[in-house]
């Protein structure tokens, strides 16, 4: 979610040292370093964090709206920023999210809205991505804090209203392997989750997709490593139900490849 980085100065060396006398020049070095830097921050430094109150939302066509609770785990106030994002894959507008800022103050919840404007009735589900940041506003001086924030971005699946549930759509995947490349189309009107490393089988070569999900009415391509798949008659792949949990590994058998357009 962040990183930290420490950057060191580095300094002409005369003679040999101690390993004592290195250790206090360096510890001398980084704080005479940072002193300057520590002195000119009026600010207090610190972490902050909003938990939404699950891994992912799901939006019924049918209902037009849905809800979800994120609450400010941190003693302080925070300006909770929500964000939807489009997929590289989609990026027609169809959620907007209500309220895209508001104040959460310390331990408290805030509910947000995830409206559906769509033009059209869907005739697939539809996969977005929701982020929920949680900014500490400025301090009683009005300077700003110095903090790390945690963003939290979950999947969003809008599902069409006239669309049946499917609890395993994994399985209406097809694969294929052709000209050196692992092809797997779906056909199907369901967003397809599972993790982004799947197995040739009976040799078990990794082959990494690039990503955790597979759109309706879409097709995946991925080159293999020299030699793979000469000989494979399926793939084991980690599928996930529409909410994110794991279920068992599952073995695809491998379709003709001249049936792949």
Same mark, same amino acid.
């Given at each position: ?11 002409? %060396? ?42 992912? %939302? ?8 849905? $809800? ?13 920023? $929500? ?32 409206? !559906? ?53 994994? $399985?209406? !995947? ?9 092809? %797997? ?77």
């Amino acid at each position: 979610m962040f990183s930290s980085a420490l950057h060191f100065l580095s300094w002409p %060396v005369s003679r040999p040292q101690s390993f004592s006398s290195c250790r206090y020049a360096l510890s001398k070095a980084v704080l005479m370093a940072g002193l300057p830097i520590l002195l000119s921050m009026p600010a207090v430094a610190l972490a902050s964090g909003v938990l939404p109150e699950s891994s992912v %939302v799901i939006l019924n066509e049918s209902d037009g709206e849905v $809800t979800m609770n994120v609450k400010n785990t941190e003693s302080i106030p925070l300006l909770l920023h $929500t964000t939807i994002q489009n997929t590289p894959d989609d990026q027609e507008l169809l959620v907007v999210a209500v309220p895209p800022v508001s104040r959460v103050e310390g331990q408290d919840t805030q509910l947000v809205r995830f409206l !559906l404007q769509s033009p059209a009735p869907l005739r697939v589900q539809r996969l977005k991505r929701v982020t929920f940041e949680g900014i500490p506003p400025k301090g009683p001086d009005g300077k700003a804090r110095i903090s790390m924030t945690v963003r939290q971005n979950l999947p969003l699946i809008v599902h069409p209203a006239t669309l049946a549930k499917h609890a395993s759509p994994w $399985t209406l !995947l097809q694969w294929s392997v052709a000209d050196g490349k692992l092809r %797997v189309r779906n056909d199907s009107p369901y967003v397809v989750r599972l993790g982004q490393g799947v197995q040739l089988l009976p040799d078990k070569t990794a082959v990494d997709l690039g990503k955790t999900y597979v759109l309706p009415e879409s097709t995946v391509e991925v080159s293999l490593p020299p030699g793979a798949g000469a000989r494979t008659t399926g793939v084991k792949l980690s599928p996930a139900t529409i909410y994110g949990y794991e279920v068992d590994t599952y073995d695809a058998p491998l379709v003709n490849a001249a049936t792949q357009p």
